[in-house]
T-cell receptor, first 109, second 116 residues
Framework: AQRVTQPEKLLSVFKGAPVELKCNYS??????LFWYVQYSRQRLQLLLR??SRESIKGFTADLNKGETSFHLKKPFAQEEDSAMYYC???????????FGTGTRLLVSP | DAGVIQSPRHEVTEMGQEVTLRCKPISGHNSLFWYRQTMMRGLELLIY????????DSGMPEDRFSAKMPNASFSTLKIQPSEPRDSAVYFC??????????????FGSGTRLTVV
């Protein structure tokens, strides 16, 4: 079974501080991992995916298969980063995405 | 492309009434998903379709919920009768299979349902 765990419901930091949003997954096969972001009352948007190994808006995430983690990081948080962040996993076969429960990031000035 | 289009954006209805939510996926996408978002439970997958065929409806809460996809460009999620606990934001998402890997979903703007 596929499962995604985001242990923190809320992460509150000051502007300029480093940010790490935790995501752990459970899947027996070879997963594809994603981070989605939802700004206030807007649609979910794809932020990044592990196969792209890209940096979007200063965020990066590295898939650690040993620790089954895909934590989202940013060295210096900005106020506009305040949003809801969802980690998601897709397994092999049909491309159903399983989402974590989300972490709300609040960046204060 | 206008993206995934959902209607209505907001719906307020009385308990017991029938509610129909609509979704138009991105042209060319052959998979469609309905999610429900609440503060308590986050994003829950209700049902998904592949090539207009329902693949897994195990997330549908109960028989009051039903979903259809009569063609590749339209899907509905119906709640009959509605109850206050159905109040949530309902998202539709679509994606295409094939190609080099799975690129993730494109979400609609959601329908905010309030049942009073």
């Amino acid at each position: 079974a596929q499962r995604v765990t985001q242990p923190e419901k809320l992460l509150s930091v000051f502007k300029g501080a480093p940010v790490e949003l935790k995501c752990n997954y459970s899947y027996s096969g070879s997963p594809e991992l994603f981070w989605y972001v939802q700004y206030s009352r807007q649609r979910l948007q794809l932020l990044l995916r592990h196969i792209s190994r890209e940096s979007i808006k200063g965020f990066t995430a590295d898939l650690n298969k040993g620790e089954t983690s895909f934590h989202l990081k940013k060295p210096f948080a900005q106020e506009e980063d305040s949003a809801m962040y969802y980690c998601a996993l897709s397994g092999t076969g049909f491309q159903k995405l399983v989402f974590g429960t989300g972490t709300r990031l609040l960046v204060s000035p | 492309d206008a993206g995934v289009i959902q209607s209505p954006r907001h719906e307020v209805t009385e308990m017991g009434q029938e509610v129909t939510l609509r979704c138009k996926p991105i042209s060319g996408h052959n998979s469609l998903f309905w999610y429900r978002q609440t503060m308590m439970r986050g994003l829950e997958l209700l049902i998904y379709f592949n090539n207009n065929v329902p693949i897994d409806d195990s997330g549908m809460p109960e028989d009051r919920f039903s979903a259809k996809m009569p063609n590749a460009s339209f899907s509905t999620l119906k709640i009959q009768p509605s109850e206050p606990r159905d109040s949530a934001v309902y998202f539709c998402a679509s994606t295409s299979q094939g190609g080099k890997g799975f690129g993730g979903y494109t979400f609609g703007s959601g329908t905010r349902l309030t049942v009073v």
